[in-house]
């Protein structure tokens, strides 16, 4: 028996239903929703508009920033480049860059292509926790991990040579009298499927060439100052594009979405 074409179309639909959180679409192509800046468009002018180079211990480029636009490998539009000859060899935090504008609570989308095996990158939270671009690692230092803190959710990576998408919803360390009193909380979904649920941050991990406060305390001293989004260098090819951000007030100690 012939079914009817109506239901030739429900697998289709059921991939696009998934998603979608509840708050609206996640995953690669997601657009800007209302009240969102994009930072990354895949052109140096927007790059160099919107970011600069992280002034870390441990800095070695210089300004404009060394990141190249290049032609998106799936065939339309454009992309940036973080490979940087001042991080040659891995050497993290010689050429990261980071937003010029600085966040407390924040939703963000950011999509990377990784050109090569072992490709490596990675995104930092308000410039201080890390989620993980690693090809190749499925440990609590790998693709997908809250660096240290989680598990690598691999099981959701598409692989090198395709477009992935972290959707983040982030809520920055609550402060009482200067004593920290909520740790930071996130939400991740990786490609469309959620891999870590409110999930509490425990500190900056990876010393000071790290991030913003990670020389304090050995990390554990986290502190009441906002931050960018901070794209890392590392001597590989990762390209970056569709890159938006857009600011929040997460009252309660809540991320999920």
């Not at 980071?98 to 963000?108: I, L, M, P, S």
Request: charged share 20%; hydrophobic share 35%; proline share 5%.
């Amino acid at each position: 028996m012939r079914l009817p074409s109506i239901f030739r179309f429900l697998p289709v639909l059921f991939i696009y239903l998934s998603s979608l959180s509840a708050n609206g679409q996640v995953g690669v192509g997601t657009k800007p929703p209302q009240g969102a800046e994009l930072f990354i468009d895949g052109s140096q002018k927007m790059l160099h508009e919107k970011w600069t180079y992280w002034a870390g211990p441990r800095l070695q480029a210089t300004l404009p920033i060394k990141w190249n636009e290049v032609k998106d490998p799936t065939g339309k539009g454009k992309a940036i480049d973080c490979f940087d000859p001042a991080a040659a060899g891995g050497l993290y935090g010689a050429a990261d860059i980071v937003t010029k504008k600085e966040f407390r609570d924040f939703r963000a989308h950011v999509e990377f292509f990784i050109t090569e095996k072992g490709g490596n990158s990675g995104v930092y939270l308000q410039n201080r926790y890390e989620i993980q671009i690693l090809d190749g690692d499925t440990t609590s230092h790998g693709m997908g991990a809250l660096i240290n803190e989680s598990k690598s959710p691999y099981y959701a990576y598409l692989g090198v040579g395709k477009w992935n998408a972290y959707d983040i919803n982030f809520r920055a360390a609550r402060f009482k009298e200067g004593k920290l009193v909520e740790q930071p909380l996130v939400t991740v979904y990786f490609n469309g499927k959620k891999v870590h649920q409110n999930h509490p941050i425990s500190q900056v991990w990876g010393g000071p060439n790290s991030g913003i406060g990670g020389g304090n305390n050995g990390g554990k001293g986290i502190t009441d100052i906002p931050g960018g989004l901070k794209l890392q260098s590392e001597g590989h090819h990762v390209l970056y594009r569709n890159i938006w951000i857009k600011p929040q007030e997460l009252k309660t100690a809540q991320t999920d979405f």
